[in-house]
């Protein structure tokens, strides 16, 4: 366990009069409301909140210009901690702080500050199961405690509330206002313990773009928990006014003056990993939440801003591949980003939507490869190999399967660690927040961005649930080359759903629907896993002749399977036919 300067002060909220300061008063933007104003329900109870709030000038200027006066600014939206990181090379540090945009923008040499701070939690993580995390900082003779919340739907914005402390130990009471009300009578009874600390070099910035500031501030040093240590080398962007996709504009100039990687993982994330000792996690995307009469313009930002979301959390276990989850998740995160692109081909042409969705799939081809050899090695090869103990040659085929998953994760983390991926990943986010599709639709099909969502909810959702239908017609007798194609139906039906059944989410049609759609895609996934066996069996016999007999017992394994999966699989198609769309008329009469 770490040490502080002092136990942890335990107290109840009436314990002390000391009040909690919003980060810096000064600042445009006071994080004391982040997540205020999202749980309030009494009317008016944000309105100083937002009066607090960054605002998106540049970008609500540049969007009105274009568009009918009645779709919505993008200003409206309160702002805690707006920020994002870029990974470099720690021998890159001082090239970057030479970059022609900070030369060029900077309002001066900068400040330096060592910062010392220790995240602190329960014996149990029950403030990081919960999404939080307690840190005190220590910034010359300066002590400041800061609770912050993680990303909830949005990759930049994150609560984030600081008070002034005495020590590095920190005060629960001046934390408990922040903290979910369920939480809090747990916390009064379970003792805070130091987690981890970080050791940070930090030289902070002021720039000014045209439109906005943010403070660049060059991050090096490292995490430490017990034995092990973790070093830091980013460089971390933070918005102090104007618009957000400012941070995307500066991102982007310093990705074109070297290499770095995109990220939003918080040091905070880091350290816990490594005082448990394990990789990052991949996490599924969180469940979207539309009501049912928001715009088409809001849900397209609703949808996009949850895929990009997605696809950074799942970068960091995929760069670091102890854990295949991460290649997998990355994988999903960009079928659901191109399937969102797709979706909103139906509003009008979209030239820069052939871009993204370009790079998209030129990653998602490079992770392939990492995926099907996770499956074989994982789990179809052992599993194989328990079942049949008087089969020689797995072994043999293991070591060789091996190389080459080693092979294909090489290429995976080549595509990653690429130039081509972080630029995709900035233009994508940059694109997202000033919401650059308005600027590329035909001026008569602008007004359909200000319809109902539900409406274009159940055109869309009615014409991919038919092809389905269409392509499975006399699903007995249908080829594996056809299984396929109805997969692929169902996942883009499945990736709609996600994305629209949510506009439905109080019937219980949609819910039951949705139960039956995930499982269709589940056992045709698991049917296509079996077809993909046999491409991959090819490549290794040439390359581990002595396990010959093994590989075709996995072969003859799995010809076996597909033909015993087909009843079930049967049965599966016919409940989800039978499945009434949520979107019917029935349905809404429910």
Known sequence: MLKSDAPPSHKTPSARGGTPVPKDSKRTQHAAG????????????GSTLIADAVVDQEASQSATSTLEPSLPSLATRPAGEIEFKLLVDADRMAHFNAAPVIAANARNKGTRKHLKSVYYDTPERMLRRNGLSLRVRQNGARFV???????????????????????????????????????????????????????????ARMIDLPSGTVEIAFD??????GDRSLPVSEIELELKSGSASTIYDLALRLAEHGAVKPSIRTKSARGFDLAAGRPPSARRPRKLRLDPSVTLDEAFATILRSCFL????????A?????????????????????????????????????????AKWLAQDLSAARDWDVFQLETLPTIARACPSIAGFDALGRVAAECRSDAYRKA???LADRRCAVFLIN??????TRGWRNHIAAEDLGRLIEPAVNFAQRTLSEQHAKVLKRGR?????????????????????????????????????????????????????????????????????????????????????????????????KTWRGFTAARVPWSRQAQQD
Not at 220 to 225: H, I, K, N, S, V
Not at 310 to 317: E, M, T, Y
């Open 34 to 45: 982040f997540l205020r104003q999202g749980e309030s329900g009494e009317p008016g109870a």
């Open 145 to 203: 405690q800061t609770v912050k919340t993680d990303a909830a739907d949005d990759p930049l914005r994150r609560g984030e509330w600081e008070a002034n402390v005495t020590s590095l130990a920190p005060d629960l009471a001046l934390a408990m206002p922040f903290i979910p009300e369920k939480l809090r009578s747990q916390l009064e009874t379970q003792p805070l313990e130091a987690v981890f600390t970080a050791d940070i070099h930090r030289r």
């Open 220 to 225: 090096q040093g490292e995490l430490t928990a």
């Open 310 to 317: 997605h696809l950074l959390q799942s970068l960091p276990a």
């Open 319 to 359: 760069e670091d591949g102890r854990n295949p989850e991460g290649v997998h998740q990355l994988r999903v995160a960009l079928r659901r980003l191109r399937s969102a692109l797709d979706l909103m081909r139906s509003v009008g042409a979209l030239d820069n939507l052939d871009a993204l969705r370009l790079e």
């Open 413 to 415: 983390h080549h595509a």
């Open 428 to 433: 994508l986010g940059g694109w997202i927040e």
């Open 474 to 570: 006399r699903f007995k007798s249908l080829s594996v080359e056809e299984l396929h194609r109805v997969r692929l139906a169902t996942k883009r039906l499945r990736y709609l759903g996600e994305f629209l059944l949510p506009l439905f989410a109080d019937r219980k049609s949609a819910r039951k629907f949705s139960r039956r759609l995930a499982g269709l895609q589940e056992e045709l996934g698991a049917f296509n896993d079996m077809a993909v066996t046999a491409p991959l069996l090819d490549g290794l016999g040439a390359e581990a002749p002595d396990s010959a007999i093994a590989a075709a017992a996995i072969a003859g394994w799995q010809a076996r399977a597909s033909v015993g999966v087909q009843p079930s699989l049967q």
